[in-house]
């Protein structure tokens, strides 16, 4: 464990900042041909959803967590409401070299916490099919396998399954 890591909800004021460590993330997977969470994803597109408009729409629609060492930004966790009292955890992502340190726990917890505090009696998680390490970690989490799907993304079909906790 790493005991300089600090976890907030990230605001709209530094879309910068966050649009930032997702092309730093992005860049980062593609050199190491880690690309398990990127389904679909191009630079086209990256830069797209890294642009300060869709990055602040982003962090105003749902609750961002960022996890920060040492004055970067290493990883991310994102809560989406759905409906009603569900919510989906939109993504947990930590940079590869941080990976291990139980950023991504800390992050869940935010997210979890944050879920429980809104009201919200379940959360969904959707991953690619054959993204073991993140099915394993959403499991460790408390999550169950409830189904499978094929989505679409960015023109690409992706095997994913859907993982559901109960809060």
């Not at 930004?73 to 989906?88: K, N, T």
């Not at 998680?125 to 960015?154: C, P, Q």
Request: with cysteine; charged share 25%.
């Amino acid at each position: 464990m790493c005991s300089s890591i600090n976890i907030y909800r990230i605001g709209v004021d530094e879309a910068d900042r966050f649009s930032l460590l997702v092309k730093t993330m992005w860049r980062e997977a593609k050199e190491t041909g880690s690309l398990l969470g990127w389904s679909g994803a191009t630079d086209e597109i990256i830069e797209e959803l890294t642009s300060k408009d869709v990055v602040q729409e982003i962090l105003s629609q749902n609750m961002v967590y960022v996890a920060e060492i040492e004055g970067n930004l290493v990883g991310f966790a994102a809560l989406r409401f759905l409906s009603g009292e569900e919510g989906e955890v939109a993504g947990i992502m930590v940079m590869e070299r941080h990976t291990g340190k139980g950023i991504g726990s800390k992050l869940f917890r935010n997210v979890l916490e944050a879920a429980r505090k809104a009201g919200l009696s379940r959360l969904i998680v959707k991953t690619e099919k054959d993204n073991h390490r993140a099915i394993s970690f959403y499991k460790k989490m408390g999550f169950k396998l409830i189904g499978e799907s094929v989505e679409k993304t960015s023109g690409t079909e992706v095997d994913i399954v859907i993982l559901s906790m109960n809060l």
